[in-house]
């Protein structure tokens, strides 16, 4: 099946660095990719649309600048957390859709922890 | 606005079959997905409807009434390992011409022996 990949999938920083998070779409191209922020038990919510080749949409009170996001390729894109604060720990999960198929595929998520 | 509603907890026993609701308000609607999530885990595709009526896959089926915006995921001969977190998301269009998915709060399903 449909495999979507997270790298790193832990990751502990200092406040005030930045931390980049990668998705890939490992056998299928993802024109479109979802970068989603989960809260212990809680539910999933979107923060922005990535779409290869052109700039991300962004949920209403996500900061473009807080969150940088880059889809540089069909299988590939990048969500950077610059300046990290604590509050900004949270389960980071990426989605990429099927450009052939109705389907979004989820990663395994990266978990950030910033003291 | 967009929401979607669904209940936060459901409790049962193994073999037995449960309903998890949802109810959805949504600017433009495509479809009805559900997802499952294990504590820890990423979200896992079970269904997706787009148009009226049940969709079965093996012991999980889901249901979508679009003119009552409305949804089920039925589990049957529910086993130990289906305890988890259910979530229903409606895929909804988005600004830039593209849709997106929108998560409901989620069901936590507890499965007792």
């Known amino acids: 099946g449909a495999v979507v990949s997270q790298h790193p999938s832990r990751v502990i920083c200092k406040s005030g660095t930045s931390v980049k998070i990668e998705c890939r779409s490992l056998?299928?191209?993802?024109?479109?990719m979802f970068w989603y922020r989960q809260f212990p038990k809680k539910s999933l919510m979107l923060m922005a649309t990535?779409?290869?080749?052109?700039?991300?949409?962004?949920e209403q009170g996500v900061e473009k600048d807080k969150f940088l996001i880059n889809h540089a390729s069909l299988t590939l894109s990048t969500l950077t957390v610059t300046s990290a604060h604590p509050e900004d720990s949270s389960f980071y999960i990426c989605?990429?859709?099927?450009?052939?198929?109705?389907?979004?595929?989820f990663g395994p998520g990266t978990r950030l922890l910033v003291l | 606005g967009q929401s979607l509603e669904q209940p936060s907890e459901v409790t049962a026993v193994e073999g037995a079959i449960v309903q998890i609701n949802c109810t959805y308000q949504?600017?433009?609607?495509?479809?009805l997905s559900w997802y499952q999530q294990h504590d820890g885990g990423a979200p896992t595709f079970l269904s997706y409807?787009?148009?009226?009526g049940l969709e079965e896959t093996g012991r999980f089926s889901s249901f979508l009434s679009r003119s009552d915006s409305y949804g089920y995921l039925l589990l049957q001969e529910l086993q130990m390992k289906d305890s988890a977190s259910y979530f229903c998301?409606?895929?909804?269009?988005?600004?830039?011409?593209?849709?997106?998915?929108?998560f409901g709060a989620g069901t936590r399903l507890a499965v007792h022996p």
């Open positions: 989605s990429a859709r099927d450009t052939h198929r109705e389907t979004q595929y």
């Open positions: 056998d299928f191209q993802a024109t479109t």
């Open positions: 949504t600017s433009g609607f495509y479809g």
């Open positions: 409807n787009a148009l009226d």
């Open positions: 990535s779409n290869e080749g052109s700039k991300a949409t962004y």
């Open positions: 998301a409606v895929r909804a269009p988005s600004s830039g011409g593209y849709n997106k998915l929108i």
